[in-house]
């Protein structure tokens, strides 16, 4: 696809074949499982046997998706069998994975629960942190380094280019989980990581109601690990997600647009309470990370933290609002807070929440938020 269109010509186009007259303008999906053989070898000249291995409505889905990752892409069932297989697919027992302390807190399950299970030596460091522990050597000896910037849920920032410098010299792969920015926001891949993992069911699909995720690379080597793993362990998605996922994706542009405007108008209502402290958003001028995420990412997403007193609180701010919805994800069409706390997985206070910012009405979702925060107090 030609660089020079714009985000909302590529979220539509990419992945199109050349037009056919007659032909519908989106593929519609093929739910075959077999297809039929002729009297050929199976998978001769490109012909498709079964989909756990080939399917075309998958490759419609990733090419589409790989176009704006700027890579080859695969997809997975969920977001996790993506990661899982950008690991597993590169290490083996022995090697040593570095990971983000501070990251979506279900990839540290994986470490402490299945990596190690395999002797996987897995080293946590927080992303903040990430820039000068490789700059001082610290990746040493790794195989891999997984970042996730903006980290989910504490939305910090780590220089990719930065990193994936220091981790090559050290001989070690770059995983980017670039959930949170999407391929829109942050292209990974021409910062110099050698992978980009996506949880597709969030802001990249974007109505809650699809579980997608994927894998991009640039190397012809890495995209045959990976794959041949996906082949393996069966974890390829279903034809009707694929088809679902490249139907929302068109959206893409403009969901992200007003996401964000929603999130600064969040942000500069909740800077402006007294009963919030804590807030996070990195295009924020006054955020922490305002000036690597402005260098680094191309555009701003929709989700902010921010932290209440305490777990009751916030049960009073969802008792009041009509807008918020206590929910769990984010990137989607409706605002959610989410209670990290109550999962357990992350080292938050009890009253630390994601805001996700859906695509109502700004001044509406303002409006609601500002009256639920007078009942917070």
Request: proline residues 6%; charged residues 20%; aromatic residues 6%.
């Amino acid at each position: 696809m030609d660089d020079v269109w714009g985000d909302g010509t590529r979220s539509v186009r990419a992945g199109e074949d050349p037009a056919v007259p007659g032909a519908p303008l989106r593929p519609s999906p093929v739910f075959a499982a077999p297809f039929h053989l002729g009297d050929q070898p199976p998978r001769s000249g490109g012909a498709d046997a079964y989909a756990r291995t080939e399917q075309p409505t998958l490759r419609h889905f990733e090419d589409a998706v790989g176009e704006l990752d700027g890579g080859r892409c695969l997809s997975f069932a969920t977001g996790m069998a993506a990661l899982t297989a950008a690991v597993l697919a590169c290490v083996r027992s022995g090697d040593r994975v570095v990971l983000p302390s501070d990251g979506y807190y279900a990839t540290r399950m994986l470490a402490a629960q299945e990596l190690t299970r395999f002797g996987v030596e897995v080293q946590y460091v927080a992303t903040p942190e990430i820039e000068r522990v490789a700059a001082g050597g610290g990746l040493a000896g790794a195989r891999m380094v997984l970042l996730e910037t903006p980290s989910n849920p504490q939305l910090d920032v780590c220089d990719i280019a930065a990193v994936a410098a220091a981790a090559h010299a050290a001989g070690a792969l770059v995983a980017v989980d670039n959930t949170t920015a999407t391929p829109l926001g942050q292209r990974p891949l021409a910062l110099g990581a050698d992978l980009t993992v996506g949880s597709d069911t969030k802001a990249l699909t974007g109505h809650s109601d699809v579980l997608l995720g994927h894998v991009s690379v640039t190397d012809d080597e890495l995209h045959a690990a990976v794959k041949g793993f996906r082949d393996r362990t069966g974890s390829t998605p279903g034809p009707f997600e694929a088809w679902l996922g490249h139907r929302s994706m068109s959206t893409l542009d403009l969901r992200l647009a007003r996401q964000a405007e929603n999130a600064a108008a969040v942000a500069e209502l909740l800077a402006g309470h007294p009963a919030v402290t804590g807030l996070r958003w990195p295009w924020r001028a006054d955020d922490p990370a305002f000036a690597l995420a402005s260098r680094q990412m191309l555009r701003p997403n929709g989700v902010v933290s921010a932290e209440l007193p305490d777990e009751a609180a916030v049960s009073r701010l969802l008792g009041a609002s009509r807008l918020w919805a206590a929910a769990t994800s984010f990137g989607g069409v409706h605002s959610t807070i989410d209670r990290r706390a109550q999962w357990g997985g992350d080292a938050v206070p009890a009253g630390f929440v994601r805001f996700s910012c859906g695509i109502e009405d700004t001044a509406d979702l303002v409006a609601d938020l500002s009256r639920a925060l007078d009942a917070v107090g």
